[in-house]
């Protein structure tokens, strides 16, 4: 009797000291679990891509046992970054056009264009990035040097924000354009009565640019998930993009090239695309969520694109404009919230983020949960913060950093008082969702941050932070780079934490960013990027 107490003791002994297999343990782990509690986590287990346990390091080590073991020897990991507002097909693009990011003045767009030329030679000049508001003259260029250099190759290339495009003489005749189109949503800018070669916003789509090969497409997507992984991003919210470059990342994702989980806004440009993912309802796998629709509202600030309820302060009797008529917005909205769908519509100026709000009540009435976001949100008057109760703020906390030189010549001491206000829109909604929308803006997650928290440019200017009434904790900006972000796009189940049951998607990183100086935030960088538990960087 005492030899099968014995036996049946030891039996029991050695199946409770039994470890589960499991795919990965992360231990010793300076984990921001980004939970409801924001707590703090030494070690995770994960399988089968998810994970399965957090704790401390001595309570996986019990009960959890793996080939494949991390001691992340007190380094920070928090969630897989989410860019929640951003073009991610079109930065992948970017790798094969000419950059213009950073140009010091239209000498310098000028040598770059001409150096792109030389080493491509091709058929027809494309890229983007200049923004005259860093030049010394910071003023639109004309296209007389451009005709000069180029008289015969057409040239087209994008302002930084996507509003503008300067062209050559070229790429007008291509396209067939005079001084006497009429434009509606946008403008073809003239000087003495000719044209300069700036066309703002709706003027840009009558440039008949080069149709983009598959190969290219796909080439632009890789390059486009380098990047993002790079930086620790494991979501992005691509804003606006086609059906065909829907179904070209499903594809790429079926067949595992493609990584990159993807949040993927229907460009609502095109009716027939709107009226297609309507009816086809919507698609989920675990990478891809097409479920919204994005829409332009107006254009951009820099430009003087952006719709205004007053005339800008620095252009007499300008007021930017609407991108579509008011009827065209209600047509829209009512359409969508007779779907299951998100619409989230581009709103920079005042003018735009009130006929906006609007036209969002008017529709939804008093529905709480269909989380419509306004993105960029970024001039709003006094007076309509309020309504921001139930429309979802999507901002892109570097636009800030980079706008405050000149925005206050835009649009005035008062009504700049209202812009990038992010604070104000968290306390009204509750939760905001950030982003970077590059290629406007560099892709590093880590100067969105910065610039939530600390409302500096790199070279520490302003001094004491630009209108920081309305910078964000930095417990706030993380969760509106990862919980939040999800939340923004229904998926706050399945990630944006490291919790049991949710992706394991997570980052190491070379600094502590809730407890580093302010200043040396922007030289964060991600050590190792984690989807489903595997390393994709």
């Known amino acids: 009797m005492k030899k099968f107490i014995y036996i049946l003791s030891f039996l029991l002994i050695a199946v409770s000291c039994k470890k589960e297999n499991v795919d990965m343990l992360v231990i010793n782990a300076n984990s921001y679990t980004v939970n409801s509690n924001f707590d703090k986590a030494e070690a995770f287990a994960i399988k089968d891509g998810k994970f399965i346990a957090v704790g401390s390091s001595e309570e996986i080590h019990e009960k959890y046992q793996s080939e494949n073991t991390i001691d992340a020897k007190n380094q920070t990991i928090v969630p897989g970054l989410i860019d929640a507002h951003c073009h991610f097909y079109r930065m992948g693009l970017q790798q094969q056009k000419v950059s213009l990011e950073g140009t010091k003045s239209y000498d310098e767009v000028l040598e770059k264009l001409v150096a792109f030329q030389k080493e491509k030679n091709t058929t027809f000049i494309t890229g983007r990035g200049w923004d005259q508001n860093d030049w010394e003259v910071k003023e639109f260029p004309t296209k007389e040097k451009l005709d000069k ?145 994005k829409v332009y509202g107006d254009g951009a600030l820099g430009s003087r694109g952006a719709a205004m309820r007053k005339p800008y302060s620095d252009r007499e009797n300008h007021f930017g404009a609407l991108i579509y008529s008011p009827e065209r917005y209600q047509e829209l909205a009512k359409q969508i919230a007779n779907s299951e769908f998100q619409m989230n519509t581009h709103a920079i100026g005042d003018s735009a983020n009130t006929w906006l709000l609007k036209t969002y009540k008017d529709v939804l009435k008093s529905v709480k949960n ?149 200043n040396k935030l922007p030289k964060t960088k991600a050590v190792s990027t984690f989807v489903n538990g595997e390393k994709v960087y």
């Open 149 to 293: 250099l180029f008289p015969t190759i057409p040239v087209a290339v994008g302002r930084v924000d996507g509003h503008a495009l300067l062209v050559n003489q070229a790429a007008i005749d291509l396209s067939g354009i005079t001084k006497d189109t009429k434009v509606s949503g946008g403008e073809i800018m003239m000087k003495n009565g000719k044209m300069t070669g700036v066309l703002i916003d709706a003027a840009m789509d009558f440039i008949k640019f080069p149709s983009t090969s598959k190969k290219e497409a796909i080439q632009g997507l890789l390059d486009a998930q380098k990047i993002s992984f790079s930086y620790g991003l494991t979501t992005v919210d691509d804003a606006g993009i086609s059906k065909n470059t829907i179904e070209l990342i499903d594809s790429l994702q079926q067949v595992g090239s493609l990584k990159m989980r993807v949040y993927a806004m229907v460009s609502g440009d095109n009716q027939k695309e709107i009226d297609y993912y309507i009816n086809k309802g919507i698609t989920k796998t675990d990478r891809l969520n097409v479920r919204s629709f």
């Open 370 to 518: 269909r989380r419509w976001r306004i993105e960029h949100a970024q001039i709003i008057s006094p007076e309509d913060f309020k309504n921001f109760d139930n429309i979802l703020p999507s901002v892109q906390p570097t636009h800030a950093t980079s706008d405050m030189y000149w925005a206050g010549d835009r649009v005035g001491k008062e009504r700049v008082k209202g812009a990038y206000a992010f604070k104000d829109l968290l306390n009204n909604y509750g939760k905001i969702a950030l982003g970077t929308d590059f290629p406007v803006e560099q892709v590093n997650p880590f100067l969105t941050f910065y610039a939530a928290t600390i409302r500096k440019d790199i070279d520490n200017y302003p001094v004491n932070g630009y209108q920081m009434e309305n910078a964000l904790t930095r417990e706030e900006t993380l969760k509106g780079m990862t919980i939040w972000a999800a939340y923004s796009n229904f998926e706050e189940n399945e990630k944006g934490s490291i919790e049991v049951g949710k992706f394991a998607d997570f980052v190491i990183l070379n600094q502590d960013i809730m407890k580093v100086e302010g």
